[in-house]
């Protein structure tokens, strides 16, 4: 689907920021029946926690390793007899019957592992970057493939989409109408709003609907072609950027005001609890895929005031230096982790426990887990033994993601470490490619029809990965 003919600036100067980043997908689904119906997934919510989370301080604690190297966090039962997470998952412990926990995750392609970017891009695309062939998102994939639920959003979003490494999100080889959709800035901002999706200052209803039945008069240089795809696929998106102009269910969508109290105090009133609620309201608003890529800023907010991070900057999960701190990472002599706070601190598990815990109780209550497959990932892990700095560097041959909905069986763990939690010891062992074929599956995408690039060429999706059949 190309977008011939027409003037953006003509157009999309009446109100809307950018047709192409924020229309994705819902002509595709006018030529193409969804790809293998049986799948159980109808949308998809990606909660990626970026820079590479310890998973033996989270989802898979190691109470026997050596002192030295020891998690300082407690071992805890979780609500499945049998399975323990440590004391800094207090929250999500109690929801444990409604995950799978992958233990036994691994990143083997060399070059990556000590890449954030092209660790980012990995866990985008679900495929190594660095091919011939530049890949796009899985979210766009998904929503070339299926479409759009709900024709007054964007069928595929990212929240907030301003972190260091959303910049690594790609459309690779797809129209630039399936980009993702990125909403902006903090959403526990009470001032906040998200861009590009209302008329411009001056443009009333009636003004935009003349010039709408202006442009539709036009055909929009493809009257010759009246009957063709690329024709139709224009018109479905001329009509949805006007539905999303104009739909008061557009900005309700995005209205976290509208929320009770209660709720958004659940998830936590700072940058990573509002973000993780805005998830849920974009995926029961009907997005077929939302990624929320987030970490708290250095100014950020918590119980709905400001507040600054004294010594905090870039506060992703890149430990290198003193992991266990309770403030900043700022030692002497450190090195790349400097500017985090400790692990166990608000801003980095506190708020992540919070959030994710809410956000798997609202959306069981709210009957969303029944079709929508969520994924907590990150793109490695920590070493299983502290440097010198007091910190834990990263590891690519075993770390966690955790899974919920659509069909994943609840109260269970795949895979295991050793008593370190540095490597995999079960026969099974899984990776970002095994992620990104599960993802599609779920969805029920059909991997044996090939994409197409540009010039035609086949690509295949995932096609160094097979599904986890644990999630099944």
Known sequence: MHLHGLNRRSFLGIGLGSLTAALTGSSESSFAMAAGAGGKAKRLLVLFEQGGVSQIDTFDPKPDAPAEHRSPFKTINTSVPGIQFTELLTKTSK???????????????????????????????????????????????????????????????????????????????????????????????????????????????????????????????????????????????????????????????????????AVRERYGLGHRGQCYLLGRKLIEAGVRVVTVDVREPMHSYRDGKSVVYDGGNNMNWDHHDAIYSTSHTNIPNGGPGAGRFGIGTWPMMGSTDQAFSALIEDMHQRGLLVDTLVCFVTEFGRTPRINDRQGRDHWTNAFSFAFA???????????????????????????????AATVYEKMGIDRSKPMSTSIGKPVYLASKGRPIPELF
């Not at 595929?156 to 959709?181: C, H, K, W």
């Not at 069986?409 to 490597?423: C, E, F, K, L, N």
């Open 405 to 435: 909905g659509a069909g994943v069986p609840g109260g269970q763990v795949v895979g295991a470490t050793d008593r370190d939690g540095g490597y995999i010891t079960s026969s099974m062992a899984y990776t970002i490619d095994d992620y």
């Open 95 to 261: 929801l444990a019957h409604h995950l799978t926990v992958v233990r036994c995750m691994m990143q083997p392609t060399p070059g990556i592992g000590n890449s954030h970017p092209l660790g980012s891009q990995y866990i985008y695309s679900g495929e190594a970057p660095g091919g011939p062939v530049e890949l796009p998102d899985m979210s766009s994939v998904i929503a070339s493939r299926l479409g759009s639920n709900a024709l007054y959003l964007p069928s595929n979003i990212l929240v907030p989409g301003t972190d260091e490494q959303a910049s690594m999100s790609r459309v690779g080889y797809l129209p630039p109408g399936f980009a993702v959709f990125k909403t902006g800035a903090s959403p526990a901002d009470p001032k906040w709003k998200v861009p590009n999706l209302g008329l411009a200052a001056g443009i009333d209803e009636r003004r935009f609907k003349d010039r709408h039945d202006l442009l539709s008069s036009l055909d929009v240089g493809l009257v010759s072609q009246a009957k063709s795809r690329d024709a139709e696929a224009m018109h479905s998106l001329v009509e949805q950027a006007a539905d999303m102009l104009t739909n008061v269910r557009t900005r309700k969508a995005f209205d976290l005001g509208a929320e009770p109290d």
